[in-house]
């Protein structure tokens, strides 16, 4: 009996999952004028100012080109953004629609929720970087230098923040406060964060300033994988990655439980 009733559970939970999964994949994808257009247009001025025009007159950084030296960068500012905004919007809106009753008195387990709506910011994030790549092919040749170091920042850096997202519509009691975290803490920690320069082109004390942006971390292991160049050693990035994608995963299933934001 024990052994159906867990058989049974797992079966709801991959149901649930596939279905919340899906239900976030769509709409994405229904929208896509607004979630994945506007990345793709505004990384496209950011290669054909920045890297085409700019980058002329800058030279090379490391040994790369200023357009390659950016591309990692770029790719993965948009990965953050994109991973974040789907989450915070979406679990807010169903928060705010009170949809999320349904799920709360359904037999779904806490993580099955959160891992749903993550997931859909880590495929829609896939996709606007893929894009990207694609539209920063046109500009320079890009070849993945390391697959594996790759696939894994960019996953840990999707979950991370999409973890961080749906932490932030947990607490968020109106639309104005899923804004304040991308517009006055993600954006300027993401320009901060070595996108257009190299850690070594600053004063000692921004230098220094730097090691404690933990999106700086990212972007240069993420750099590595992709032309094989960094300021910090990789190791670095993975432990702290790691790390904060599992304190998030416990702060978020303990808001689940505590039904904070979510339970009147």
Known sequence: ?????????????????????????????????QTILPPAVTTSL???????????????IDG????????????????????????????FSTKFQRNIEELIVSPVPNW????????????????VGSV?????????EIQIQ?????????????ITFSLAGFINATFARTFD??????????????YLGGVFYSIHMLPEFWQKASLVNPIFYMINAFRY???????IDITITLLLLTSLMIILIAFSLWLMHRGTGIRS
């Open 1 to 33: 009996m024990s052994d159906h009733n867990t058989l049974h559970h797992k079966i709801i939970s991959r149901i649930a999952f596939a279905t919340i999964l899906r239900k976030e994949i769509k709409r994405f994808l229904r929208i896509w004028p």
């Open 46 to 60: 950011y290669f054909l100012i920045f890297g085409a025009l700019i980058g002329k007159r800058i030279g090379t």
């Open 64 to 91: 790369l080109s200023y357009m390659d030296f950016i591309v990692p960068g770029v790719v993965l500012m948009s990965v953050i953004n994109s991973a974040y905004s789907n989450v915070v919007s979406s679990f």
């Open 112 to 127: 099955v929720i959160i891992a749903g709506y993550c997931g859909g910011g880590v495929v829609r994030s896939a996709i």
């Open 132 to 140: 990207i790549l694609l539209i920063a092919n046109l500009f320079t």
């Open 146 to 158: 390391d697959w594996a170091i790759t696939v894994t920042i960019f996953l840990l850096t999707a």
């Open 177 to 190: 406060d899923i804004a304040i975290i991308p517009n006055f803490v993600l954006t300027p920690l993401s």
């Open 225 to 231: 994988g992709v032309v094989g160049k960094s300021d």
